[in-house]
């Protein structure tokens, strides 16, 4: 397609999208009213009522709609409850297109007008130019505008730039169950053909600046238990004779991290990536304001004062934060107890190209190394009960940067390149199991509220995100034919 056309193509997309406006937001409307959190049990059958709306939705676009049963799981009380399906959808199968595959889920968390909402949480409202309710922006308000997105080619009965792949969960609030399961399955049936995996279930980092998200800290939870006698002790009767499994937990936990933040655990930085020249200037442009982080948080001084070492240092570098006590005495008044037996809890996010197991290694290592040093007789266990991958993208692929093309085209600038201080395992399942590329293509604000009371997605952001995946779609299309020769996104993590 020339240049001239492909503008005229998108400008009558465009024009379509904002004279549709209302149309989209009550679409919106429409899946908001339903009640399909996913944490409850109780509400279960409005997930599932939800998932037959999404599936409609998506046979509407003409798409082949296979809507995958997952069992059922049991609660703790032994009840079995059935799982909503996930909805796998196709949309063109045209062998001269690129395969885009999107990922979402339509369940929500909990809500309830008491708990402070201005609003009733399922009816979707608009104020001032927002439009609250719950899921719409997490993430019932990103699915559709990227359904929307495609029906307006179908509208103009244009032809599809791309084929479309869809993945909608209705788990996503409540762990995703069976989902990494079914991807294991699909990985060579449904994901065979796929060449990008795009999930918008995010944020942008400012209120106002677009941005793509290109990489996820991991999680590595540690348990460190010190275990004395078999009963507790009492201070006046056993206090100065005895080695006490408190003191020597406070000793080892706190020997973890300096007061600079830096972790003492030898090694534990020796595989951390190294910061680039190219990376670095990422950090530049990027639109965050250190004051309202600072707030928000409540404490009066940050560990670092300059905008590129805080989210360096919450992004790419390693982290590690004690959590508490289990088994020591934690009510108030006073209590001259020696407890027998102490777990502490800490973590580690963990960045790229750290190691699970290298880390649970030297995690061991040093505070046996710190215990043995105290001469004591009491027993130390350290086991990691959970640990998950960090994820990170290359922001050099054509998918990114077909992306940032879209997002100048829209919104007349760059976007922020970010990451999430978090762990998000959706990008890094999908990578890992399908072994193709991801991005994260967030279209909310920063002060949308996802899990909070007063959820919104602006109109600007709901129809303007709608745009920028109409437009992502023919820059995706431009890639054709180069989409093999770039790198396998297994070699950067
Ligand atoms: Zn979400």
């Not at 030898?266 to 309202?292: F, N």
Request: charged share 25%.
């Amino acid at each position: 397609m020339s240049l001239s056309s492909l503008s005229a193509l998108r400008t009558e997309i465009f024009h379509y999208i904002d004279a549709h406006q209302s149309d989209f937001i009550e679409n919106l409307k429409e899946w908001v009213a339903v009640e399909s959190d996913s944490v409850q049990p109780d509400l279960r059958k409005e997930v599932i009522r939800m998932m037959s709306l999404a599936a409609a939705r998506l046979a509407a676009l003409g798409a082949t709609v296979n809507s995958v049963s997952l069992g059922s799981q049991q609660l703790l009380n032994g009840q079995h409850l059935p799982l909503p399906p996930v909805i796998l959808g196709e949309l063109g199968k045209d062998p001269q297109n690129l395969t885009i595959c999107f990922y979402g889920h339509v369940d929500v968390q909990p809500a309830k007008k008491e708990d402070g909402w201005k609003t009733d949480p399922f009816t979707l409202t608009e104020i001032n130019g927002n439009l609250y309710g719950r899921g719409a922006t997490d993430n019932k308000g990103p699915v559709l505008a990227w359904i929307n997105a495609v029906g307006t080619f179908r509208a103009l009965k244009r032809a599809m730039p791309v084929n479309f792949k869809f993945v909608i969960e209705g788990m996503e609030e409540a762990g995703s169950l069976g989902l990494e399961k079914l991807l294991e399955e699909e990985k060579q049936g449904f994901f065979s053909d796929v060449d990008y995996i795009v999930i918008s279930d995010n944020l942008w980092l400012s209120k106002k600046k677009p941005a793509l998200i290109y990489g996820t800290r991991g999680n590595a939870c540690f348990c460190v238990e010190v275990e004395g006698g078999d009963k507790d002790l009492h201070s006046g009767t056993f206090g100065g004779i005895i080695h006490e499994p408190l003191t020597d937990l406070i000793a080892l936990l706190d020997s973890l991290v300096d007061p600079t933040g830096h972790i003492q655990i030898p090694g534990i930085y020796d595989a951390v990536a190294v910061l680039t020249d190219e990376e670095k200037k990422l950090y530049e442009s990027i639109e965050y304001d250190i004051e309202e982080h600072k707030n928000n948080s409540g404490v009066k001084k940050l560990l670092y004062s300059t905008k590129e070492e805080i989210l360096l240092h919450l992004w790419r570098y390693p982290s590690l934060s004690i959590h508490g006590i289990e088994g020591a005495f934690h009510e108030p008044g006073i209590k001259t107890v020696i407890p027998a037996k102490v777990i502490g809890k800490f973590s580690i996010r963990q960045v790229p190209n750290m190691d699970l197991s290298d880390v649970h290694q030297r995690v061991v290592d040093h505070l046996e190394n710190v215990f043995a040093k105290r001469n004591s007789p009491n027993k130390l266990k350290v086991s990691m009960p959970l640990g998950a991958q960090p994820w990170v993208a290359d922001v050099n692929d054509p998918l990114y940067k077909a992306a940032k093309r879209a997002i100048k085209t829209v919104f007349g600038e760059d976007p922020d390149f970010i990451r999430d201080g978090s762990t998000i395992p959706i990008a890094r399942i999908f990578q890992t199991i399908t072994q193709k590329r991801v991005i994260m293509f967030p279209i909310g604000a920063a002060d949308d509220g996802e899990h909070s009371q007063n959820e919104k997605i602006s109109r600007f952001n709901y129809i303007e995100g709608t745009k920028v995946f109409a437009a992502f779609f023919l820059e995706i299309a431009k890639l054709r034919g180069q989409s093999h020769e770039t790198s396998n996104p297994g070699t950067n993590n």
